[in-house]
T-cell receptor, first 113, second 111 residues
Framework: AAGVIQSPRHLIKEKRETATLKCYPI?????VYWYQQGPGQDPQFLIS???????DKGSIPDRFSAQQFSDYHSELNMSSLELGDSALYFC????????????FGPGTRLTVT | KNQVEQSPQSLIILEGKNCTLQ??????????LRWYKQDTGRGPVSLTI?????NTKSNGRYTATLDADTKQSSLHITASQLSDSASYIC??????????FGKGTMLLVSP
């Protein structure tokens, strides 16, 4: 069965650079969620989108932005990267009326040096 | 404030032994509770999901229980295998988009 696809799987950036993470949800899933998991931390909800509209917002920094496109894939844009942004970034997808049934992608490991 | 507390923080068991992980939550309103297995550096993989009315659910060697009155859940692993070594995360859903994650129990199964 198709799963959530994230790219790239690994990314190394320097401080103050920008990064773009991509997420391709499970086919027919219309809702996408982004999470950030720091080393040894539990995942923190950043933001979610339903039908290209932001549906919920968590602890996403102002330096980050995200959007969902017409094909339901989503991109997380991160600017002015800081060392503390180094983390595993997970994308999850679901059907809108089954938000509890989120399927996670493998994650993108971002390292900021 | 919604919280999910897991215990123990870490656990080492011998291959073939059983173990039980605990999860206590204070999430309101409550929608469902899920147990995930997360290998290091990988995405969480769902093991079980339980709603308010379900007391127990099994998935192979994994059996989860839920007591909605005391707001406690447990994950029992039977006949552990080396591949069970991972972090086990309890996640409680309190509504739309709201997932509260526990910090996980790190399980190490040794030969």
């Amino acid at each position: 069965a198709a799963g959530v696809i994230q790219s790239p799987r690994h990314l190394i950036k320097e401080k103050r650079e920008t990064a773009t993470l991509k997420c391709y949800p499970i086919p027919r899933h219309d809702t996408v969620y982004w999470y950030q998991q720091g080393p040894g931390q539990d995942p923190q909800f950043l933001i979610s989108f339903y039908e290209k509209m932001q549906s919920d917002k968590g602890s996403i920094p102002d330096r980050f932005s995200a959007q969902q496109f017409s094909d339901y894939h989503s991109e997380l844009n991160m600017s002015s990267l800081e060392l503390g942004d180094s983390a595993l970034y997970f994308c999850a997808s679901s059907l809108a009326f089954q938000s509890y049934e989120q399927y996670f992608g493998p994650g993108t490991r971002l390292t900021v040096t | 404030k919604n919280q999910v507390e897991q215990s123990p923080q870490s656990l080492i068991i011998l291959e073939g032994k059983n173990c039980t992980l605990q999860c206590n939550y204070t999430v309101s309103p409550f929608s469902n509770l899920r147990w995930y297995k997360q290998d290091t550096g990988r995405g969480p993989v769902s093991l079980t999901i339980m709603t308010f009315s379900e007391n127990t659910k099994s998935n192979g060697r994994y059996t989860a229980t839920l007591d909605a009155d005391t707001k406690q859940s447990s994950l029992h692993i039977t006949a552990s295998q080396l591949s069970d070594s991972a972090s086990y995360i309890c996640v409680v859903s309190g509504g739309y988009s709201t997932l509260t994650f526990g910090k996980g129990t790190m399980l190490l199964v040794s030969p």
